[in-house]
T-cell receptor, first 111, second 115 residues
Framework: AQRVTQPEKLLSVFKGAPVELKCNYS??????LFWYVQYSRQRLQLLLR??SRESIKGFTADLNKGETSFHLKKPFAQEEDSAMYYC?????????????FGTGTRLTIIP | AAGVIQSPRHLIKEKRETATLKCYPI?????VYWYQQGPGQDPQFLIS???????DKGSIPDRFSAQQFSDYHSELNMSSLELGDSALYFC??????????????FGPGTRLTVL
């Protein structure tokens, strides 16, 4: 079965400092990886997906199949980045179209 | 752009009562997913529907049932409510099975409180 691990429940970073939220996964197939963000009292929003290889709000994430990781990075943290971040894995195929989420990392940006 | 709509946004019920949560997907989206997020927990997949047929099932209790209607909206019916059912229930929608990797877009959630 697939599994997503986010080792840090809480992460505090000073404004302007680099940010890295870790995500590791276990899945024998070829997964689709996503990062979702949940701002306080708001819905889960898609931040980025690995196949699009785009940068959203300055965040990037590279899928490393050798290390089975999909870490989220941003070179300079901003106060509005404070939120809950979920790494998620999508396993396709009929009957398997669901996202498996990690436990989330609460990112706090210190002014 | 239109987003996923969920109603009600908040619901308070007592133990052993019944609740119905509704989800209206983004227009043209034909796949709906339900997730349950307990306090301080990550979202857990419950069930999904594609073209009105159940397509996947997760850790959904037998007391819960769901269906997708002809207009693609979905309802999650919860009976014999328990205190542990108190959670935020997310609905997500996506655009069918083009390559199996359609992005799921989430609604704002329904916060259910069972007293």
């Amino acid at each position: 079965a697939q599994r997503v691990t986010q080792p840090e429940k809480l992460l505090s970073v000073f404004k302007g400092a680099p940010v890295e939220l870790k995500c590791n996964y276990s899945y024998s197939g070829s997964p689709e990886l996503f990062w979702y963000v949940q701002y306080s009292r708001q819905r889960l929003q898609l931040l980025l997906r690995h196949i699009s290889r785009e940068s959203i709000k300055g965040f990037t994430a590279d899928l490393n199949k050798g290390e089975t990781s999909f870490h989220l990075k941003k070179p300079f943290a901003q106060e509005e980045d404070s939120a809950m971040y979920y790494c998620a894995l999508f396993r396709g195929g009929f009957g398997n179209e669901k996202l498996t989420f990690g436990t989330g990392t609460r990112l706090t940006i210190i002014p | 752009a239109a987003g996923v709509i969920q109603s009600p946004r908040h619901l308070i019920k007592e133990k052993r009562e019944t609740a119905t949560l509704k989800c209206y997907p983004i227009p043209r989206h034909d796949t709906v997913y339900w997730y349950q997020q307990g306090p301080g927990q990550d979202p857990q997949f419950l069930i999904s529907f594609y073209e009105k047929m159940q397509s996947d099932k997760g850790s959904i209790p037998d007391r819960f049932s769901a269906q997708q209607f002809s207009d693609y909206h979905s309802e999650l019916n919860m009976s014999s409510l328990e205190l542990g059912d108190s959670a935020l229930y997310f609905c997500a929608s996506s655009l069918g099975r083009t390559g199996w990797t359609d992005t799921q877009y989430f609604g704002p959630g329904t916060r259910l409180t069972v007293l």
